[in-house]
């Protein structure tokens, strides 16, 4: 049997707030359920794991997360009320909105891949999201279906919010071209399925690098595979940095694609930044002629707030769910840039990974 979790049943805060179970565990810490009487709401509490208190390195990335988060206000941002310190023992944590529903990589896993008209208006809320980000110089840096949460709030149902902003940088130390160390610590953060091709080589990121994991993630949403065929990790890499993607149309021959879409999702997943879509705002337009009736109920710019009526659910088609691979929940991947090999012309950092498991 495990061990019960120390923080179930606690009280924090004074007394504020209330904690009563766990909604979910990533690679940071765990989000907990907890009760705040004085508000008579119920939250989500995030505290990070007490066995990685002592890493500076990560203490000082949840702080970022918190900081960044709390500056955000668009709709399809998750909101957080408040962060800091735990008195008792020092734990971090970050107190939010409680979402109801589930994440896009769970939504997928059970449901099978999304109808277009569903997963389009979906991912031009997202944009929305990252566009507010992107303005105030923040890049998210970790985009996965398991940081994009579908909420259900008030009747509405598909409500897209962003979550985990822990490699979010306010930020980027700008790098000499071609260096290789890419934080502090001499490690290259991210998830490789989603890792754009700069991303991989531990280059300087901006927003352009968020749109392309924005890519892989609609990629995935729509056909329940990735953009290339891969075994391990390191793999994923390489092929994000050498191989063109395999074409929509031919991933699932049996699903079938509106026509240009396919071109839509290769732009946004160049190889160079400059050939994507320059911003979250220019790919939301590029997606709205596929969002389906739901397109004139979204908003016509990203960058403005959303009303409160978002997206219609479209009724529910029957695909036969494609089995999406299995991703340890939230383990997060911590890559030692080791060394550089010469790779078809292009110097690619040899990564050593460690996955730390939590
Ligand atoms: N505010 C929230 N309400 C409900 N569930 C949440 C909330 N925040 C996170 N979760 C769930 O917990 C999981 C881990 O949260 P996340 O912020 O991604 O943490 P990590 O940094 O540990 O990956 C998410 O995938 C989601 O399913
Ligand atoms: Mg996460």
């Given at each position: 049997m495990r061990p019960k979790d120390p923080f179930i049943g606690r009280e924090i805060l004074g007394g504020q707030f209330r904690i009563v179970e766990k909604i979910g565990t990533g690679g940071m810490g765990s989000v907990y359920k907890a009760s705040q009487p004085a508000m008579n709401?119920?939250?989500?509490?995030?505290?990070?794991?007490?066995?990685?208190?002592?890493?500076?390195?990560?203490?000082?990335?949840?702080r970022r997360e918190a900081r960044a988060m709390s500056q955000l206000?668009?709709?399809?941002?998750?909101?957080?009320?408040?962060?800091?310190?735990?008195?008792?023992?020092?734990?971090?944590?970050?107190?939010?909105?409680?979402?109801?529903?589930?994440?896009?990589?769970?939504t997928v896993r059970k449901e099978g891949p999304m109808p277009v008209e569903r997963a389009i208006p979906?991912?031009?809320?997202?944009?929305?999201?990252?566009?507010?980000a992107h303005d105030m110089?923040?890049?998210?840096?970790?985009?996965?279906?398991?940081?994009?949460?579908?909420?259900?709030q008030g009747g509405i149902t598909d409500f897209p919010k962003v979550l985990d902003f822990g490699l979010a940088k306010v930020?980027?130390?700008?790098?000499?071209?071609?260096?290789?160390?890419?934080?502090?610590e001499g490690m290259v953060f991210g998830t490789p399925e989603f890792m754009s091709p700069e991303q991989a080589q531990g280059r300087t990121l901006d927003a352009r690098s968020d749109i392309y994991s924005l890519a892989v993630i609609l990629y995935e949403v729509l056909t329940g595979k990735l953009?290339?065929?891969?075994?391990?990790?390191?793999?994923?890499?390489?092929?994000?940095?050498m191989e063109p993607i395999i074409p929509l149309e031919q991933r699932v021959p049996e699903l079938k694609f509106p026509e240009g879409?396919?071109?839509?999702?290769?732009?946004?997943?160049?190889?160079?930044?400059?050939?994507?879509?320059?911003?979250?705002?220019?790919?939301?337009?590029?997606?709205?002629?596929?969002?389906?009736?739901?397109?004139?109920?979204?908003?016509?710019?990203?960058?403005?707030?959303?009303?409160?009526?978002?997206?219609?659910?479209?009724?529910?088609?029957?695909?036969?769910?494609?089995?999406?691979?299995?991703r340890p929940p939230g383990a997060m991947l911590l890559i030692g840039v080791a060394a550089v090999c010469l790779f078809a012309g292009v110097v690619l950092a040899m990564i050593v990974m460690h996955v730390v498991e939590h």
């Open positions: 709401r119920m939250v989500a509490i995030k505290i990070l794991h007490p066995k990685l208190v002592a890493r500076k390195d990560l203490t000082s990335r949840f206000t668009h709709p399809n941002t998750v909101k957080v009320f408040m962060y800091g310190e735990l008195e008792e023992d020092g734990s971090l944590y970050i107190v939010m909105e409680l979402l109801e529903g589930r994440n896009l990589n769970q979906i991912l031009i809320q997202v944009c929305g999201a990252l566009q507010e110089g923040i890049v998210h840096r970790d985009l996965k279906p398991e940081n994009i949460f579908l909420s259900r930020t980027e130390r700008q790098m000499q071209p071609g260096s290789l160390i890419l934080t502090q953009p290339f065929s891969a075994r391990t990790p390191m793999e994923y890499i390489q092929k994000h940095v879409l396919g071109r839509v999702l290769e732009k946004a997943l160049s190889k160079k930044p400059e050939d994507r879509y320059q911003s979250a705002a220019e790919f939301a337009e590029a997606l709205r002629p596929f969002a389906g009736a739901s397109a004139a109920m979204l908003t016509s710019g990203v960058t403005r707030v959303p009303s409160n009526d978002p997206a219609t659910p479209s009724p529910p088609v029957e695909v036969a769910p494609v089995p999406v691979a299995a």
